[in-house]
């Protein structure tokens, strides 16, 4: 709005600022849209306002949650700042570089700075963007915002601000790119004279890529995307050929526009040219390009992006020793959004995991649980290191990642070899955090336990609670048909399994009649080309269709694929038949999708079917995808169902 750059203006010329002319020309147009935050800031100093004098703007909540962070021109005397541009050698930026990077808090960078009076230009933003790196909270501000009232820190501001005139382009703009990360004050003089000093050199035309894309993101943060300076930079970036981009170039516009830029798909075709060109590129990116490019995909929403997700995944199988934990987290994250896996991924997930799974970070452990849970891999040398660690690591866990991480060996089915020790330790965490977990998470770790055939019941007790269901409708979620039928197949395993429970029970009005529904994966669907040779061998083998049916809803919410009853005697009765029926035999027609992707294992939601369907009193018979895809004709077929179905009589012929 014409209000704020006006007063931007106001505070330049009272510190003695030249003001560029193309600034002063858009005083008369708004430099950004009315945001819908309106708040209250004390004017700066340089206003010579009434002590009590406020101006009432509208700005970006972001800079707010900071609280009240004095400028650092009250702190300083303008003026009195030694100059920034000491001409440093590379090796010296090299050293101080090194030391600014393995500073672990910001009290170990401060230290620094005041260690190191003369600093380059390059140095002193990059000071801003590591205490940014290190206090930073989740976007809800800094942790310690009193670290800006911090003088070797104003000091430096101040020097910033003194030299902006002569800084060079790329420390211009990565200086303001930090004052934003740190929600420095907009209306600070650092700030003020960055964006002066931006819009000058922007007028020019002369900003390489990643400075536009840096400027963008650092306006974007002040005024939001409708900001003048902003669709400036991004007509700018338009105007240039992607086809000629570097990936250093590629990668900051890809973040760029991840960071909030192309909302509403203001790009579409500036993406799909860099989406060409990243697929030109994608056998020489490093391990930084391919995550944040993965990343950048998945918050964009790039649906047709697919080719370009498989070219970074291969890439990335090189890369899986040389990830950050923070890099190999975003790529398993993208790799889980598109639905993708690949073979030799795993494989080098199978080599790196097992040597880091006690050091590395605790979300990436339990993303690599969640990728593999998810694309129904089952990879015994991860599972089993993570089991491992895991009782030595859970305290550094929290419920969610600690429930996550037993849900993933749940969906594969899979108790590794030390488990005793494993379910001991869950347990234990239960105990001393049960208050601390989520009513979902909570549900999700006791169903996975049930799974893998563990039962705790002191605490399947409390989530039958009248109390516990009212949380879980409290949530956020609420009360979907996932969460309904968790509980009653927990309700079902406790009544099944558990003879000797007599804690409450979890009511009627919470529980499905059928586990087999749309949006759901407590069963899975039978396969229809499967299904057919099944049934198409079936009535050779029985002589007629109605002596089996097909998907049966039992009382007990599981849906059989084939259902085939016998009189006491071993006839075949009619299906349609509802007396005298001695045996009820259940047929699984287990195609791909039941079984692990890589492996003959069953998954834990169809092993726990059968395993009640038995105690049920079914006669199951598994016919896998695996032995039937073997058969050649259709005489092997029905000799094949003969021997499974009824593998103690003779076959008659029809």
């Known amino acids: 709005m014409a209000r704020t750059l006006a007063l931007r203006l106001h505070l330049l010329r009272h510190l003695g600022t030249q003001v560029p002319s193309s600034l002063t020309a858009c005083a008369a147009r708004p430099l950004c849209c009315t945001r819908p935050h309106t708040s209250t800031v004390y004017a700066p100093t340089p206003f010579k306002l009434s002590p009590r004098a406020v101006c009432t703007i509208t700005r970006d909540p972001l800079f707010l949650v900071a609280g009240s962070v004095r400028p650092h021109q009250e702190l300083l005397a303008s003026g009195s700042g030694q100059s920034l541009l000491h001409h440093l050698t590379s090796e010296e930026d090299r050293v101080f570089s090194d030391r600014l990077s393995s500073c672990t808090s910001s009290q170990q960078v401060l230290r620094l700075l005041r260690s190191h009076p003369d600093l380059s230009s390059g140095a002193a933003a990059s000071v801003l963007h590591r205490l940014a790196d290190l206090e930073q909270d989740d976007g809800c501000g800094l942790k310690n915002p009193q670290l800006l009232s911090d003088v070797a820190l104003n000091k430096l501001c101040q020097k910033l601000e003194q030299d902006s005139a002569v800084l060079e382009d790329d420390v211009v703009v990565r200086a303001m790119l930090g004052c934003t990360r740190l929600y420095l004050d907009p209306w600070s003089r650092l700030v003020v004279r960055l964006v002066s000093e931006s819009q000058e050199r922007l007028d020019l035309e002369r900003l390489s890529v990643e400075s536009l894309c840096g400027l963008s993101r650092a306006l974007f943060a002040l005024e939001g995307p409708e900001c003048g300076m902003v669709k400036q930079a991004m007509n700018q970036l338009q105007n240039k050929d992607p086809s000629r981009w570097t990936r250093a170039e590629l990668v900051a516009v890809y973040r760029t526009l991840a960071s909030g830029l192309n909302e509403g798909g203001r790009y579409p075709e500036l993406l799909?040219?860099?989406?060409?060109?990243?697929?030109?590129?994608?056998?020489?990116?490093?391990?930084?390009?391919?995550?944040e490019i993965l990343g950048a995909l998945v918050t964009l929403e790039q649906t047709q992006a697919l080719p370009l997700v498989i070219a970074l995944c291969k890439q990335a199988v090189r890369h899986v020793p040389k990830f950050?934990?923070?890099?190999?987290?975003?790529?398993?994250?993208?790799?889980?959004?598109?639905?993708?896996?690949?073979?030799?991924?795993?494989?080098?997930?199978?080599?790196?995991?097992?040597?880091?799974?006690?050091?590395?970070?605790?979300?990436?452990?339990?993303?690599?649980?969640?990728?593999?849970?998810?694309?129904?891999?089952?990879?015994?040398p991860v599972f089993n290191a993570v089991a491992e660690s895991f009782v030595y690591r859970a305290e550094e866990y929290s419920t969610w990642q600690v429930s996550q991480q037993i849900v993933a060996l749940g969906m594969l089915g899979y108790v590794p070899p030390d488990a005793p020790r494993l379910f001991r330790k869950v347990e234990s965490v239960l105990r001393a955090?049960?208050?601390?977990?989520?009513?979902?998470?909570?549900?999700?770790?006791?169903?996975a336990c049930t799974l893998l055939q563990r039962y705790p019941l002191n605490f399947v007790s409390?989530?039958?609670?009248?109390?516990?269901?009212?949380?879980?409708?409290?949530e956020n979620s609420g009360m979907d048909r996932l969460v309904l039928a968790q509980l009653t197949q927990l309700y079902m395993t406790v009544k099944l399994e558990c003879p000797f429970y007599d804690g409450p029970w979890l009511l009627p009005k919470f529980r499905v009649k059928s586990f087999l529904a749309?949006?759901?994966?407590?069963?899975?669907?039978?396969?229809?080309?499967?299904?057919?040779?099944?049934?198409?061998?079936?009535?050779?083998l029985l002589g007629a269709r109605f002596y089996f049916a097909s998907k049966v809803l039992t009382p007990y919410c599981y849906t059989l694929d084939v259902e085939i009853k016998l009189d006491e005697e071993g006839y075949v009765l009619p299906a349609s038949h509802v007396e005298d029926v001695h045996k009820r035999i259940a047929l699984c027609v287990d195609g791909p999708k039941r079984f692990a992707a890589n492996a003959k294992h069953l998954l834990g939601k169809e092993a726990i079917k059968q395993r009640h369907l038995r105690i049920l009193r079914y006669d199951v018979v598994?016919?896998?995808?695996?032995?039937?895809?073997?058969?050649?004709d259709k005489k092997e077929v029905v000799e094949y169902l003969h021997k499974k179905i009824f593998p103690h009589s003779y076959r008659l012929s029809w």
Request: avoid cysteine; hydrophobic fraction near 40%.
């Open 272 to 291: 799909n040219e860099m989406s060409a060109h990243a697929l030109r590129l994608a056998q020489r990116m490093d391990p930084v390009a391919v995550s």
């Open 324 to 380: 950050t934990d923070a890099e190999l987290t975003a790529v398993l994250s993208a790799l889980m959004h598109y639905g993708h896996s690949d073979h030799f991924f795993v494989e080098a997930l199978e080599r790196h995991v097992p040597k880091v799974v006690f050091s590395a970070h605790a979300e990436t452990i339990t993303k690599v649980m969640q990728y593999f849970g998810r694309r129904r891999i089952l990879s015994v």
């Open 433 to 447: 955090r049960y208050l601390q977990f989520q009513p979902r998470a909570l549900l999700g770790l006791l169903h």
């Open 462 to 474: 409390k989530v039958f609670s009248p109390y516990f269901m009212q949380q879980l409708q409290e």
């Open 518 to 540: 749309p949006g759901q994966s407590f069963e899975t669907q039978v396969e229809t080309q499967f299904y057919g040779a099944v049934k198409s061998g079936l009535v050779d």
């Open 622 to 632: 598994q016919i896998p995808f695996y032995e039937f895809e073997k058969l050649k």
